[in-house]
Each structure stands twice: as C-alpha cells, then as structure tokens.
C-alpha cells in the first residue's frame, strides 16, 4: 500500500495553526471524520490521545506520528499536516513539531500499521524531503511531494 493511496486531500493540511499537540491531533481526528471508514470519531481521538498518554509519538526531527489501533474505524486512514509554528510535543529529541502524519487502523491490522509508520518516518527523516514538505505552499504540493519520495517496495 502506498501512503498517497491512504490520503486524500482533504486529510492534508499546511500552515496549521495549533496551539499545543491536543489542539494538533483533534484537528487531524477532525479532518479524518467524515471518512467513510471512521465509526467514531471521539473514540478515534480517545484512542490517539491515549497512545499518545503511553509515550510520545513526536519521534524527532520535527515529527510527529500520532496514531492508534482502534475499533472505532472500518480501515486505515491517514493525515498529513505542516504546522505554522513549531508544537511541544515531549518528542525523543526534546525538538518541537512541525510535521505530523496521523494514522488510525483496525486493531488486527498491526503488520500493515507498523509498516506505513516506518515509511513515513524513513521519508521524513531525509533532511531535503522535510526542507520541501514544511515549504509547501498547499496540500496538493504536499500530496505531490510526499508521492514523489513514496516507494511502497522498500522496506514494505
């Protein structure tokens, strides 16, 4: 599976203005809501915070990967987003957040999970990828240039 076949665009956001990582994962819970996938999308963001309560997802270099395994949806989802200023969230490197990916899935689903999670994470840890993606000017550019660095045969 590859990520852009998990986003649409109305799941990607630049520029976003949170205020702190609760306020970041309820707009990205938000954006996913009307999925046709999403059950329930305050038990979606209950399960995200409750990951999140465990150990932070923010794994450095200014990501973040907030995600859960719940039974609140029917498949796999995602969301995207660039924020407008940097957002404390207890990451590994002590950095504040300036790109999250949010992935929710189905709790039997963990294989596949894990997997879009590493590629996410080996994508945004290259320095000129996360230069272009926290200088898109909108979520088509976004989109495109998470397309253009997406290989679904590596490490998958």
């Known amino acids: 599976m590859n990520l852009a076949s998990l986003l649409h665009i109305n799941h990607i ?5 949170a205020s702190d990582k609760e306020a970041l994962i309820s707009h990205m819970v938000g954006m996913i ?3 046709p996938s999403v059950i329930d999308a305050k038990e979606v963001e209950e399960a995200v915070l409750a990951r999140e309560k465990m150990m932070s ?3 450095g270099k200014g ?3 907030p995600h859960a395994k ?3 949806v029917k498949g796999m989802i995602a969301a995207l987003v660039t924020t407008a200023n940097p957002v404390d969230f207890g990451s ?3 950095e504040p957040v300036r790109i999250a990916f949010l992935l929710v899935g189905k709790p039997d689903a963990k294989s596949m999970h894990v997997r879009i999670l590493s590629r996410v994470s080996r994508i945004m840890n290259q320095d000129e990828v996360r230069k272009q993606v926290l200088n ?3 979520p088509e550019v976004l989109f495109s240039i998470l ?6 045969n590596s490490g998958s």
């Open 92 to 94: 590994l490197d002590n």
């Open 147 to 152: 397309s253009e660095y997406d290989d679904p």
């Open 70 to 72: 719940t039974v609140a």
């Open 63 to 65: 990501l973040a990967l």
């Open 57 to 59: 997802t923010g794994v």
């Open 13 to 17: 956001s630049v520029n976003l203005d």
């Open 33 to 35: 809501s009307n999925h």
């Open 136 to 138: 898109a000017s909108s």
